[in-house]
T-cell receptor, first 114, second 114 residues
């Protein structure tokens, strides 16, 4: 079975600082996708970034980037120049080809302090 | 706006009752997923439909059922409701079932059972 683990239930950081959220996963599959979703207080689920497992290059979306370590099964999210609007729950998620469900971690509650 | 529409946004009902949650996927998306998120919890996968057929099943209670109609909208039926069924129910859609490169989420239906 595939599992996704987020070991940091809560984090806080000063505005404009950089923060890294951790995620590890367990799978025997080779082809899969990894995602980070953001859930602000509005409860909307927003895709932040995704990574294809077959790509060695780490994905980047503006201030958001990932550190994908396939051998270590690690997929961390780095937020640079953090902003107040980044305050949210962040979920790491995983899906592999042939499976039909997006498996989520338990989430990290991130608070950006003014 | 993700393009996925869920109705209603809020629902309050009594124990023992039955409710129907509705989801309209993004235009062109054949796959619909249902997730349950209890308070301060992660997302639990319930069920997935692809082009009208059930494709995958998660931890969905027997009191719950779903279907996807020819126009691709989906409904999640919850019956004999219990207090513990109070949660946020998300619908997500994507283009492909097997190669789910991205799932777009609706805004959720908040169900309160009293």
């Amino acid at each position: 079975a595939q599992t996704v683990t987020q070991s940091q239930p809560e984090m806080s950081v000063q505005e404009a600082e950089t923060v890294t959220l951790s995620c590890t996963y367990d799978t025997s599959e080779n082809n899969y996708y990894l995602f980070w979703y953001k859930q602000p207080p509005s409860r909307q689920m927003i895709l932040v970034i995704r990574q294809e497992a077959y790509k060695q290059q780490n994905a980047t979306e503006n201030r958001f980037s990932v550190n994908f370590q396939k051998a270590a099964k690690s997929f961390s999210l780095k937020i640079s120049d953090s902003q107040l609007g980044d305050t949210a729950m962040y979920f790491c998620a995983f899906i592999f080809f042939g499976n039909e469900k997006l498996t989520f971690g338990t989430g990290t509650r991130l608070t950006i302090i003014p | 706006d993700s393009g996925v529409t869920q109705t209603p946004k809020h629902l309050i009902t009594a124990t023992g009752q039955r409710v129907t949650l509705r989801c309209s996927p993004r235009s062109g998306d054949l796959s619909v997923y249902w997730y349950q998120q209890s308070l301060d919890q992660g997302l639990q996968f319930l069920i997935q439909y692809y082009n009208g057929e059930e494709r995958a099943k998660g931890n969905i209670l027997e009191r719950f059922s779903a279907q996807q109609f020819p126009d691709l909208h989906s409904e999640l039926n919850l019956s004999s409701l219990e207090l513990g069924d109070s949660a946020l129910y998300f619908c997500a859609s994507s283009v492909e079932a097997g190669e789910n490169t991205e799932a777009f989420f609706g805004q959720g239906t908040r169900l309160t059972v009293v």
